[in-house]
């Protein structure tokens, strides 16, 4: 009889240690994540300058948004074109630049320092780097100009700005290639040698193997590109401001310049949510686009 009343009392008290030990993440996560999730979606019904209490609308924000504000549509359709042209061309290069690390025999370490080397660099001072870089006189179009071809004015122009910014996110492609690099370390090496001695070349065993099997890695990367592309916010807010023309204000830009700036902190907060909600069916969509093409091993 004491041993099982020992028994419980140390359970007890291990139970309560282990609850001291979560209680502040608990905290954390109801203050800091939970709370601000609900009480924005409260806020999306509302008009709410953050000073003055929210007064309830329904649903004059959503339809505001969905039939009286161009802008809004103008900002997603930048977003949408940054999300495609960005993650597509990220993870295609990205993936043929780890087959060819892949490949090395010598120094594939270094290499792949320093393609990862910027995916920890701070941000503004990489931003204020790629502004000289698109600079009209900066090297981009000095380089072109070497072969002749006139150089676009980048930043300042509404047809070559959201490009530009897309080219600059290849600046982060060292974090995929590691990826792709960890994925290709798994590959069994007896399937290469199978289709070898097969006499399939580097082409059948590229297309046949090394893109199936690497199919689980590319829908990761293609979905968290996605989710991140959509948040896009910093590159925007410092090198073009939005601009020009509002060819690159993209919905997080948007929804920042409602909030702190025109105080309209009830339309911002329906736009975060309307992002929110048309992610879940673009990953839905994503998902069944690969799911006739996921090989898992």
């Not at 309830?56 to 103008?74: A, E, Q, R, V």
């Not at 120094?107 to 204020?128: A, D, E, K, Q, S």
């Not at 979905?223 to 060819?247: K, N, R």
Request: glycine share 6%.
């Amino acid at each position: 009889m004491a041993e099982r009343q020992h028994r419980k009392l140390l359970k007890h008290k291990q139970n309560t240690i282990g609850y001291l030990f979560a209680f502040p993440w608990i905290v954390n996560l109801l203050v800091f994540v939970l709370f601000p999730i609900a009480f924005s979606a409260y806020l999306s019904f509302t008009r709410y300058d953050g000073v003055n209490p929210p007064k309830w609308l329904g649903l004059t924000n959503y339809k505001i948004m969905f039939t009286l504000d161009p802008s809004f549509w103008k900002a997603f359709g930048n977003t949408l074109y940054y999300m495609f042209g960005s993650v597509f061309l990220k993870v295609f290069i990205s993936l043929i630049l780890a087959v060819i690390l892949n490949n090395a025999r010598k120094g594939m370490g270094v290499f792949r320092t320093i393609f990862f080397l910027p995916v920890v660099l701070p941000v503004v001072p990489v931003m204020f780097l790629w502004m000289m870089l698109f600079n009209p006189n900066g090297l981009i179009n000095r380089f072109l100009a070497f072969f002749g071809i006139p150089g676009p004015l980048w930043l300042n122009s509404p047809a070559w700005s959201k490009p530009a910014l897309i080219m600059m996110s290849l600046w982060g492609v060292g974090g995929i290639i590691v990826i792709f690099l960890a994925a290709l370390q798994d590959i069994p090496r007896n399937l290469y040698e199978a289709a070898q001695l097969d006499g399939a070349n580097s082409v059948h065993i590229f297309f046949r193997i090394t893109l199936p099997m690497l199919s689980p890695v590319i829908l990761f990367c293609v979905v968290t590109g996605f989710i991140s592309a959509s948040q896009v916010f910093a590159e925007a807010y410092i090198m073009t401001g939005g601009g020009p023309l509002e060819s690159t204000t993209f919905v997080n830009l948007k929804i920042y310049l409602l909030a702190f700036k025109q105080g309209d902190m009830g339309y911002a907060s329906a736009m975060a949510w309307f992002m929110f909600l048309i992610m879940v069916p673009l990953t839905i969509v994503v998902f069944r686009v690969f799911r006739k093409w996921l090989t898992i091993d």
